[in-house]
């Protein structure tokens, strides 16, 4: 597996590349975070993934949904998982949290020194 999972309450980290041989793996995690509550499946340091990947997110929202759970999936705005999540039209399907870019507001905050 080239893609690492580290786990906390309520948030699966994924990193690296994930593909097809990580998704039971991923599954699993997963819905582990289900059976103990609502799961952010954090996605920001994901390099690279495979539509197995996608299709464990999708699986992974509609067990959510039947547990009467929830789950969202954390990226940042504008990199390649989000572009590829919009593209596919899933991102209202997978309830995306988009964070600010962390950049944002230290170009906002140089402009004020002006």
């Known amino acids: 597996m080239n893609g690492q999972m580290q786990s906390a309450a309520g948030v699966v980290a994924l990193q690296g590349s994930l593909r097809l041989a990580d998704a039971d793996a991923v599954s699993a995690r997963v819905l582990a975070g289900l059976a103990e509550g609502d799961v952010i499946v954090d996605i920001t340091d994901l390099d690279g993934f495979d539509a197995s990947i996608v299709q464990v997110l999708l ?14 999936v954390d990226l940042l705005p504008d990199s390649a998982p989000a572009l590829l999540l919009d593209q596919l039209c899933l991102t209202e399907a997978l309830d995306l949290i988009a964070r600010p870019d962390p950049f944002a507001t230290l170009n906002d905050d140089l402009k004020e020194t002006d």
Request: hydrophobic letters at 50%; zero cysteines; proline letters at 0%.
């Open 59 to 72: 699986a992974a929202q509609v067990s959510a949904r039947r547990m009467s759970r929830r789950l969202w």
